[in-house]
């Protein structure tokens, strides 16, 4: 009667927390972070942040639909949104060894490109960075690397 009651309650609690989990579905709000993205200064500091100092909240939130990145070295290298966003992920509390500086090449109110420089010892990556509005959010739309 006693191990009854245990498996009665243990079913009961693995139905009790099924339906909490399908009631919140697998991409609720509540188990992603929210980032503010309303500016496309806020978003360029989110990306400077998330690219150089291995923060992983909202990074699926902070890249376009249609994002890419060139990266122009030997052999030039496309990546996809997929890609990045898991590269990004792999790299979660990562810091680089670098400076960074950030310079606005071109802002209106829909768009920014602008120019992200990381200062390693032996080389300088430059990340050319297009921004998008879109609705009431910034997106980061497309990222082209080069080194010297």
């Known amino acids: 009667m006693n191990s ?3 498996t009665f309650a243990a079913a009961a609690l693995i139905a009790v927390s ?3 989990m399908a009631a919140n579905g697998p ?3 509540a188990a992603k972070a929210s980032v503010n993205l ?3 200064d806020f978003a360029l500091d989110h990306y400077v ?3 150089t100092e291995g923060e992983s909240a909202g990074v699926e939130q902070l890249f376009a639909e249609d994002f890419n990145q060139k990266i122009q070295a030997f052999n030039a290298q496309n990546h996809s949104r997929e890609e990045v966003i898991k590269s990004l992920k792999k790299q979660k509390g990562e810091k680089l060894n670098c400076t960074v500086s950030t310079d606005i090449i071109e802002e209106s109110a829909d768009y920014m490109v602008a120019k992200v420089t990381l200062k390693f010892e032996n080389f300088t990556k430059t990340d050319v960075v297009t921004l998008a509005r879109e609705g009431n959010d910034w997106k980061v739309s497309k990222s082209i690397n080069s080194y010297k």
């Open 38 to 40: 309303t500016t496309a």
């Open 49 to 51: 942040a998330v690219t």
């Open 27 to 29: 991409g609720s709000k």
């Open 18 to 20: 099924t339906f909490t």
């Open 4 to 6: 009854l009651v245990k």
